[in-house]
């Protein structure tokens, strides 16, 4: 199980990884990461805690892909990362993409390569949560934060499935506004939670 993630960010993907230098950084400014950890999960959070928490992990990831091209993440481009894409723009993103980082420092993170590398006698292992495939499946459901962050995994589930069976053809076009409500009130009356 690893602590770093790869997560769509900015201008393109990038590397996030917390070593112990990184999470002294964070510390410095926003105080106990264990305090950061249960802010960004439970809410409560700073701007410190999902800024230091991305430049942070931007540096400790070195690494990302824009464009198609792998390029060097150092300090100074981390900086400009956070001045251009975080600073001036809406957090709610941005504090998805903090605490998909922190829970790969708290729990690991198993890429899908990675779990599908198990024997075919060997038992399975719960899998862990893949944030950014979370965050790009809300980004592309039309999904809101306080939906994203109010959905149960069951209703997650429903709504991916209903998206796939809605788009057998191949077609990747996310569903309308009307199509997500229309998801949420058929979960609804089939009992799956109460979502309005």
Same mark, same amino acid.
């Given at each position: 199980?690893?602590?770093?993630?790869?997560?769509?960010?900015?201008?393109?993907?990038?590397?996030?990884?917390?070593?112990?230098?990184?999470?002294?950084?964070?510390?410095?400014?926003?105080? $106990?990461?264990?305090?950061?950890?249960?802010?960004?999960?439970?809410?409560?959070?700073?701007?410190?805690?999902?800024? !230091?928490?991305?430049?942070?992990?931007?540096?400790?990831?070195?690494?990302?892909?824009?464009?198609?091209?792998?390029?060097?993440?150092?300090?100074?481009?981390?900086?400009?990362?956070?001045?251009?894409?975080?600073?001036? @723009?809406?957090?709610?993103? @941005? %504090?998805?993409?903090?605490?998909?980082?922190?829970?790969?420092?708290?729990?690991?993170?198993? $890429?899908?390569?990675?779990?599908?590398?198990?024997?075919?006698? !060997?038992?399975?292992? $719960?899998?862990?949560?893949?944030?950014?495939?979370?965050? @790009?499946?809300?980004?592309?459901?039309?999904?809101?934060?306080?939906?994203?962050?109010?959905?149960?995994?069951?209703?997650?589930?429903?709504?991916?499935? @209903? %998206?796939?069976?809605?788009?057998?053809?191949?077609?990747?076009?996310?569903?309308?506004?009307?199509?997500?409500?229309?998801?949420?009130?058929?979960? !609804?009356?089939?009992?799956?939670?109460?979502?309005?």
């Amino acid at each position: 199980m690893q602590t770093e993630i790869a997560l769509p960010f900015a201008d393109g993907t990038y590397l996030f990884r917390l070593p112990i230098k990184r999470i002294i950084e964070i510390e410095e400014k926003a105080g $106990p990461i264990d305090l950061v950890k249960h802010r960004l999960m439970h809410g409560g959070w700073s701007i410190h805690d999902v800024v !230091e928490t991305l430049r942070q992990g931007l540096i400790g990831g070195a690494k990302g892909e824009v464009n198609g091209k792998a390029i060097d993440v150092t300090s100074l481009r981390a900086n400009s990362l956070i001045e251009n894409y975080v600073d001036g @723009h809406a957090l709610a993103e @941005h %504090h998805l993409t903090a605490k998909a980082v922190i829970a790969a420092l708290y729990v690991g993170y198993a $890429p899908a390569q990675e779990a599908k590398k198990k024997s075919p006698g !060997e038992a399975a292992e $719960p899998s862990k949560i893949d944030w950014g495939l979370v965050l @790009h499946n809300c980004r592309t459901l039309g999904l809101s934060l306080s939906d994203a962050e109010a959905i149960t995994m069951p209703e997650y589930a429903a709504l991916i499935h @209903h %998206h796939e069976l809605a788009n057998e053809d191949g077609e990747e076009a996310p569903p309308s506004a009307d199509d997500v409500s229309s998801m949420f009130l058929r979960m !609804e009356r089939a009992g799956i939670g109460k979502i309005h």
